[in-house]
């Protein structure tokens, strides 16, 4: 069921009606959740169903061992005692704790296996097969990416059970309703990419949803509407030229890797911010607020910043239940570097399991270390940290920035690193194939290399536009304007847009 189609305008209304015809917590809860199930086992052409058992399973087990982490379940019977002596009491405590750190260690385990098993397991069995030389590794890795489907959304179902746990053992209260908690782990609007939301983030705003305003509601439907168009209008059309491009790469020249990478970029922004906003006004209906995931990650000035725009709920993850249990920056800056190293790592592997996602992320956290490297020089160079302050000094560290992100990006399109490789080297002076602009550009889009080239300046342009006067010029829409543009919006989808919207490409991870 993709979400910009009739099918899920339907589904999505049906649910809404049923939803709100209730007044109690607890019916509300379970249409949203047999709403969430059918969603999910609509997906893949219905093969998603065959994996309802394992996610229902997964989600009873991490519950249960929320519940084992939970402080006040976990208190001795005796705890309460006014005779109970000091020493006694510590050693109650000391034997508490090492139990909740056990729990929370096997909690993690099992998820990360759930994980490896349905990810990753082609990737060891290759990577061994080739070390090895045994073909009969290649053959059983080839037969296991040939028959296992991955479940959707199985990054996200992970991470946030993680989460779930982590935060437990750290004091935040352990839910009692599993009801409340499958609702969560299920929530159709956030199930397949995301945003990785925090149960706690959710939890307070279960007892007391009133039906939303008209400019509740017209934000919901403005954040719909925008997702459709970015996914419709644009970040399809990109997919036209991008894709067929990517798959004849070999035939390509050295403007037309520069013109791909920069149409891929484009193309992935607005496919999973398309998604996301579609995500949160779909919660939204509900009186539920999602977690922001994207703000303007193109104009950030150094990939610390891009990091705090981009997938800004992954990097919030990556950053709470890896940074900071590694040491964070408080160990000198040789282990900074090391840790934003190994974080950046575990986000590339975490999109996939392929050489090509390992190197996305080496970039990354090269870039990361690099910054951190430059900072600390800066701080002791007033000269040097003028110029970084300076308007030419932050036009640079804006090019740099986003010349590492797009140049990343080769890896993340072509996860293949040998064909990630041929692009990096073949970026200046290749000429292309003759027929190549013909059959690329012509005859799928009827425009020249030229013409594609403009239209994707002219796209930045205006996101950069779109930009300046929301941040400088402090314009916003208000929510009559906004839900005027809806159905603007919403026949510009169906009457622009391809017949059966693709994929999103976040669906893949």
Not at 88 to 116: E, K, M, P
Not at 166 to 187: I, Q
Not at 341 to 357: K, N, T, Y
Not at 368 to 392: G, I, N
């Amino acid at each position: 069921m993709a979400f910009v189609s009739l099918f899920y305008a339907l589904f999505l209304l049906l649910t809404l009606v049923f939803y709100w015809g209730f007044h109690q917590e607890r019916l509300r809860l379970i249409v949203l959740l047999s709403a969430s199930l059918v969603f999910f086992a609509t997906q893949a052409d219905g093969k998603m169903v065959v994996y309802l058992p394992l996610l229902v399973i997964s989600t009873a087990i991490n519950f249960y061992f929320g519940r084992a982490l939970d402080q006040k379940a976990l208190l001795p019977d005796h705890a309460g005692e006014a005779d109970l002596s000091n020493e006694a009491w510590q050693y109650a405590q000391s034997g508490w704790n090492h139990q909740r750190r056990r729990s929370l260690l096997a909690g993690i385990l099992l998820n990360v296996l759930v994980l490896l098993g349905f990810k990753y397991i082609p990737f060891f069995l290759i990577t061994l097969g080739q070390t090895l030389q045994q073909p009969s590794l290649l053959e059983a890795a080839d037969s296991v990416s040939r028959n296992l489907l991955v479940p959707l959304g199985i990054s996200y179902f992970t991470f946030e059970n993680i989460a779930y746990l982590v935060d437990v053992y750290r004091g935040a209260p352990a839910t009692p309703s599993l009801l409340r908690f499958a609702t969560y782990k299920f929530l159709f609007a956030k199930l397949t990419s995301g945003p990785i939301t925090r149960y706690h983030h959710l939890s307070t705003q279960w007892k007391s949803r009133p039906f939303p305003s008209a400019e509740a509601l017209s934000e919901a439907l403005w954040l719909i509407a925008r997702g459709a168009a970015k996914k419709a209008l644009l970040a399809d059309q990109l997919a036209l030229v991008v894709q067929p491009g990517l798959d004849n790469l070999a035939r390509a020249g050295s403007l037309d890797i520069w013109l791909l990478t920069l149409g891929y970029g484009l193309q992935l922004y607005l496919d999973f911010s398309g998604y996301v906003d579609m995500a949160r006004g779909s919660a939204q209906l509900f009186g539920l607020n999602l977690p922001e995931n994207f703000r303007s990650p193109y104009f950030s000035s150094s990939i610390a910043d891009f990091w705090r725009r981009w997938h800004m709920t992954l990097g919030d993850w990556l950053r709470n239940y890896l940074y900071f249990p590694l040491g964070g920056s408080r160990r000198g800056l040789g282990r900074t570097c090391f840790n934003l190293m190994v974080v950046m790592l575990v986000a590339g592997f975490w999109h996939d399991a392929s050489w090509g996602f390992l190197a996305w992320g080496a970039i990354h956290g090269a870039a990361m270390a690099v910054h951190r490297l430059t900072d600390e020089w800066s701080q002791q160079r007033p000269a040097l940290q003028r110029w970084w302050q300076s308007p030419w000094g932050g036009v640079s560290a804006w090019a740099l920035t986003q010349g590492v992100v797009f140049f990343s990006w080769l890896f993340f399109a072509l996860p293949d690193v040998s064909q990630a490789w041929w692009a990096v080297t073949h970026l200046l002076g290749h000429s292309a194939d003759g027929q190549f602009a013909q059959n690329i550009y012509f005859e799928i889009v009827g425009l020249t290399r030229g013409q594609v080239g403009l239209l994707l300046a002219l796209l930045a342009i205006a996101m950069a536009g779109l930009h300046g006067f929301g941040r400088s010029l402090k314009v916003q829409l208000g929510w009559p304007l906004k839900l005027a543009l809806v159905p603007l919006l919403l026949y510009g989808v169906w009457q622009l847009g391809q017949q059966g919207s693709g994929s999103y490409i976040y669906f893949n991870f």
